[in-house]
């Protein structure tokens, strides 16, 4: 069977990159000094792949994101900031509130429904990303929230975003 396009042909598809929400706990694991072999391994295994991964994605944060990046009880907080530069910003607007609300209301997102969690997914879904990538395994990366998130989602008519950690979401040229 002949394929329907020629060689040439696939080479004017464009190159479709993944929309990423980059939540707080990964540029925190970018810049931890910590010396846990957890923390070790997700220290690297983040700045892999912001090395390796992140130019093939376009990537977003919010002002959560920058809020708790620049808490002054966090030591690494310039580093983990200088890391944002470039990055695309989305607003948290009515729309965003709102979802994080039901989110919070439905017990799927830990409180407060104004900052955290709740605000970072309902960002990441209303803005369209395709995947949110989280180390917060707990509340975001947790297979049974995850599960009930887009139970939430479908019923109103929203498509979620897929949440990730970092060694989860990589791309080849193959």
Known sequence: MPDLLGQSDYDKIPNIMARVYVETSFFSACVSTRTSPKSIGWRETSNEWWHTQAPRHELYVSD???AELSDP???QGPAA???LRGLRLLELGPEVRGLAEILVREKLM???AVAGDAIHIAAATVHG???VLTWNVQH???PNKRTHFTTACL???LMPPQIVTPDLLVETDE
Request: hydrophobic share 50%.
């Open 64 to 66: 959560e994101v920058v």
């Open 73 to 75: 009880d966090f030591s």
């Open 81 to 83: 900031l200088a890391m």
């Open 110 to 112: 830990p409180r407060p």
């Open 129 to 131: 990303m395709d995947y």
């Open 140 to 142: 975001l990366a947790n």
């Open 155 to 157: 019923r109103l008519g």
